[in-house]
């Protein structure tokens, strides 16, 4: 043995994005993730790497946890959310309906549920609409199950609390192959502001 | 760049050198934080992890208990299996080896990298609806690909592959920003 070595300044074989990131969700088959974790016991360069994965995933949940996103979730992401602490205004207007809401300050995560029979739907989008009909937002192709019996859609609680008073409708669309639209659902929400604020996106 | 081997550190830690200690906590200690941010999901917890894998290795390397020095990395991650398991059953272990060495050996962690939470913000919103969801769905509570496929109505291979589709996609995005 030499007193001293020459300890490589370059990963030979670095570990892919893709599994650091795996690794970091658990994600891998028990089998792989000692080769991993050898690996990392060993290696800086990937050392880093991961913490750019972590990074990265972190932010990813702060995002999530943020309410700040639009997105269509699961019934288990409402409840999982209510569960740790989370403050959920929830509302669902009945199919070719209309329902009143708010947000207040306190409230993390606004959630709006469809509910809407899909069986017969190929893909889905999910419009949101001024009164006048004009279409304000497209969420194209969204992830649903053909038996959930519902949508759950999460709205911008940043959005929401900005928002003077005023009228969005939702509209759950099938949309064929040839891009023909068959409307499933249309739902009204009617919101009024009661954080204190501007009064209209009109005035501006 | 010149270092001294692992397998070096050992014979001078068995040889009484602390400034090979210090080498050896310095070098392997960012990497035992790592572990225990994975396994144990809590940076306060992982910082007890290093104290304590580095303590048994002192413990261990001073006493000339390390068989084959050219393994110190593994023994590493060896110590930090154990101890993980140790660590969710007692902590009467670690009162006495702290009392005994004391934490002034451990060094600070690396920081994790900084991240623009706008930037991200705008590059989840560019995903396509089923990647934003996969996406939201996982993180929120790091959800396992067999929960978010059952809401999705896909397989898990399918909701690896479109996370994997997401993460790279957001990657590259905050990359071309940065």
Redesign the interface.
């Known amino acids: 043995?030499?007193?001293?070595?020459?300890?490589p300044?370059e990963c030979r074989q670095p570990i892919d994005?893709?599994v650091l990131?795996?690794?970091?969700?658990?994600?891998l088959p028990f089998e792989a993730e000692d080769p991993v974790?050898?690996h990392?016991?060993?290696c800086?360069r990937c050392?880093?790497r991961?913490?750019?994965v972590?990074?990265?995933?972190?932010?990813?949940?702060?995002?999530?946890?943020s309410g700040?996103?639009?997105?269509?979730?699961?019934?288990?992401?409402v409840k999982?959310?209510g569960d740790?602490g989370q403050r959920v205004r929830q509302y669902a207007p009945p199919q070719g309906g209309s329902v009143q809401c708010t947000v207040s300050s306190d409230d993390d995560l606004l959630i709006a549920r469809l509910t809407v029979d899909l069986s017969t739907a190929a893909r889905v989008d999910l419009t949101w609409c001024d009164p006048g009909g004009t279409e304000v937002l497209r969420?194209?192709?969204?992830?649903?199950?053909?038996d959930a019996g519902a949508v759950i859609c999460?709205q911008s609680i940043t959005f929401a609390k900005a928002s003077p008073s005023n009228t969005l409708i939702a509209r759950l669309v099938s949309v064929d192959r040839q891009g023909a639209e068959r409307l499933l659902g249309e739902y009204a929400f009617h919101h009024t502001r009661t954080i204190p604020g501007p009064g209209g996106w009109e005035s501006y | 760049m010149l270092e001294a081997s692992d397998a070096h550190l050992a014979v001078r830690i068995a040889d009484g050198d602390t400034e090979a200690e210090a080498e050896v906590c310095r070098r392997i200690a960012p990497r035992i934080r790592l572990y225990g941010l994975r396994h144990l999901r809590s940076s306060f917890a992982a910082d007890d992890l290093v104290q304590q894998v580095l303590l048994k290795m002192l413990e261990a390397l001073r006493a000339g208990r390390l068989r084959d020095p050219e393994k110190l990395a593994h023994f590493a991650l060896g110590t930090c299996r154990m101890t993980v398991v140790e660590l969710r059953r007692t902590t009467r272990r670690q009162t006495r080896l702290l009392a005994e060495f004391g934490p002034e050996l451990i060094p600070d962690p690396p920081p994790l990298p900084r991240l623009d939470g706008a930037q991200l913000a705008r590059c989840v919103q560019t995903l396509k609806e089923r990647e934003r969801s996969v996406v939201v769905l996982t993180f929120y509570d790091e959800q396992t690909a067999a929960e978010v496929a059952g809401f999705l109505g896909l397989s898990e291979p399918n909701v690896r592959v479109i996370r994997h589709r997401a993460v790279r996609q957001l990657r590259a995005c905050m990359e071309s920003k940065a």
């Open positions: 043995m030499t007193p001293l070595d020459r300890v300044a994005a893709a990131m795996d690794y970091w969700l658990g994600a974790e050898e990392l016991m060993n800086d050392g880093d991961l913490r750019e972590i990074a990265l995933a972190d932010g990813l949940r702060t995002l999530a946890q700040s996103l639009c997105v269509v979730v699961s019934d288990q992401f999982h959310a740790a969420m194209t192709d969204i992830p649903v199950r053909g999460q």
